[in-house]
């Protein structure tokens, strides 16, 4: 069943085209890999997709629900969670508080609020630093946070920008462990990624943008062997 | 990892650490035996305007301190609660204790209604506006001759003590509980806040109104929600005050002094924590009060000298206030790392 369809989808920032005509659609329980250069339009089409920017035109929409135009906080109650390419944790509050806010969304008892979040936390393996402030982890760890925080609001479709950006080397296998974990549980993913051999190794589909136009989608495979992505994005790709 | 997270689900919800405990209820226990060891009528009005001052920053703590909206005028609601409780004491002879819920409610409907178009402001715009509307209410009622315009209201003393008018002249000390009880019923009401769901969020919106919104907060929603019950922990101050000294004018109760004071003093005792507007109360009204005695009139605005230069200090030294001193694992939830 497809949980999202996105139809001509177009944002310009004065004369610059961010995102434009971008079309695609993603099925219930599999993982959608965006890809594609710096300023491909990436991020802003997760900005559009979850309304924290408002599209100039186009449709989106989510089990055959069009959420074009309607507030970040409607969109997320619907089940669509985020995480962000700049990382926005509560600072000032503890890791455990900071899922706990999300938990809140479906679960209004508050002890029962707080047994979830630890589950959650439990889930990316922070649980020894729930009563750490958000200002006090690391950036893998904070990574980790912004999972937790979103899974706490029980997404069905869950976009996540960069997770494995930023981190070094040794943390990234235990993030894609995590998505995988995560995509295993049920909800949709899609994910926007600089390093393309998790790309390939955890994506159902793969879109590629490149200056705000979607220039392939389709299976990893697919995308490996695409000239004007090899052109624009890959040069020459070595899976291995 | 199990077992870590057995150990993790059996923690108190709440790890307030057991010295926390005894120090509330021994204050308590202190507050309200006070009057009984002869306190004389200054130290009585000291610890009156202590628990006022307190309440009030209390109130502006809600909406700065937990959502993150600096609030310049909120003067304006302490004024509504003041004149609520006047005007119909006044003209209609209304107990205090009825009017008071009124004027809480009037100043919950005008936080709404500043709050729609102003809240969407953010960070120093919403400040500078909420200035303006502060002065604006002090203008209004300075040409409102239902309300005595710029002479103000004089509340008609009684001839004895009266509960019922909330007047007491033979001694403070009534005023002194009445007071108390507001303050102590105030901190448990904040305290609950901020350990209640709507706490969390107004807190995720004050860090993050970006990350809240990807948390089904509507953060527009939320700020008005924290300016209401602000608004309206405001009011019952200005009720009271008003029946203690007995003459109200748009001049004292709508002065843009109140909203920089309270502001102050929760600054100075720690903004966005509980224990800060009682901290900063406790320092800086006998500074003020001590000020005006000894240097006359209304302390020939050399309080205002030292606040300044104590609120520089913490800023610079303390920026999370004087509540900073205190060792998080007593006051936060650390104790289980």
Redesign the interface.
């Known amino acids: 069943m497809k949980i999202l369809s996105v139809k001509n989808l177009s944002r310009s920032f004065g004369g610059i085209k961010a995102n434009d005509n971008i079309s695609f659609e993603v099925e219930e329980g599999t993982i959608l890999g965006v890809i594609g250069p710096n300023g491909a339009g990436k991020s802003t089409l997760f900005d559009l997709i979850t309304g924290y920017t408002k599209a100039d035109n186009g449709k989106v929409e989510y089990f055959n629900k069009n959420i074009f135009g309607l507030s970040p906080d409607k969109i997320s109650n619907l089940g669509v969670g985020r995480t962000f390419q700049k990382l926005k944790p509560f600072a000032d509050q503890t890791l455990l508080e900071n899922v706990m806010i999300g938990s809140f969304v479906k679960e209004k008892n508050i002890k029962k609020a707080r047994d979830k979040a630890l589950e959650i936390i439990d889930f990316v393996d922070l649980i020894e630093k729930r009563h750490h402030f958000a200002k006090e982890l690391s950036t893998g760890q904070r990574k980790r946070l912004e999972m937790a925080r979103a899974m706490a609001i029980e997404p069905k479709l869950l976009l996540m920008d960069e997770v494995t950006g930023g981190v070094d080397q040794k943390t990234i296998p235990g993030l894609v462990e995590l998505i995988k974990k995560l995509k295993d549980s049920g909800v949709t993913i899609i994910t926007i990624e600089h390093n393309i051999n998790i790309i390939m190794e955890i994506s159902d589909n793969v879109l590629a943008l490149d200056q705000g136009k979607s220039i392939a989608y389709g299976s990893p495979k697919e995308i490996q062997q695409n000239k004007q992505v090899i052109n624009s994005y890959l040069g020459t790709f070595d899976a291995a | 990892?199990e077992n870590?997270?057995l150990i993790?689900?059996s923690e108190t919800?709440w790890n307030t650490d057991n010295r926390v405990i005894y120090l509330i209820s021994g204050l308590i226990i202190l507050l309200f035996a006070l009057p009984f060891f002869g306190l004389n009528s200054f130290y009585l009005h000291l610890f009156i305007m202590i628990f006022m001052h307190a309440v009030m920053a209390q109130s502006w703590n809600v909406i700065a301190g937990f959502s993150g909206q600096i609030s310049l005028g909120h003067g304006a609601f302490f004024g509504i609660g003041a004149y609520a409780t006047s005007f119909f004491y006044i003209e209609y002879g209304i107990s205090p204790w009825i009017s008071m819920p009124f004027g809480i409610l009037v100043s919950g409907f005008f936080a709404v209604l500043i709050g729609i178009p102003m809240l969407r402001l953010s960070g120093h715009y919403f400040a500078i506006a909420t200035l303006l509307i502060g002065i604006s209410f002090q203008v209004v009622f300075q040409r409102w001759d239902l309300v005595g315009a710029a002479s103000g209201l004089w509340v008609p003393m009684t001839a004895e003590d009266s509960w019922s008018a909330l007047q007491f002249h033979s001694s403070k000390v009534s005023y002194y509980y009445i007071f108390l009880v507001f303050f102590i019923v105030t901190f448990f009401i904040v305290w609950l806040l901020s350990?209640?769901?709507l706490g969390?969020?107004l807190?995720?919106v004050r860090?993050?109104p970006?990350?809240?919104?990807?948390?089904?907060?509507?953060?527009s929603n939320y700020k008005i929600i924290a300016y209401v019950i602000s608004a309206m922990i405001m009011a019952p101050m200005g009720s009271l005050f008003a029946q203690y000294i007995l003459i109200i004018d748009p001049d004292r109760v709508f002065n843009i002094e109140i909203s920089i004071i309270v502001l102050l003093i929760t600054v100075l005792g720690g903004i966005?924590n509980v224990w800060g507007p009682i901290i900063g109360a406790s320092i800086l009204i006998p500074i003020s009060e001590y000020s005006r005695i000894y240097l006359g009139g209304t302390g020939g605005a050399v309080d205002l000298i030292i606040y300044g230069l104590i609120l520089m200090i913490i800023c610079i030294f303390r920026p999370d206030g004087l509540i900073s001193f205190v060792p998080k694992d007593i006051l936060?939830?650390?104790?289980?790392?």
């Open positions: 990892m870590k997270l993790a689900k919800l350990r209640s769901k969390y969020r807190r995720a860090d993050d970006q990350a809240a919104l990807s948390l089904c907060i509507n953060v966005g936060e939830r650390k104790k289980q790392r």
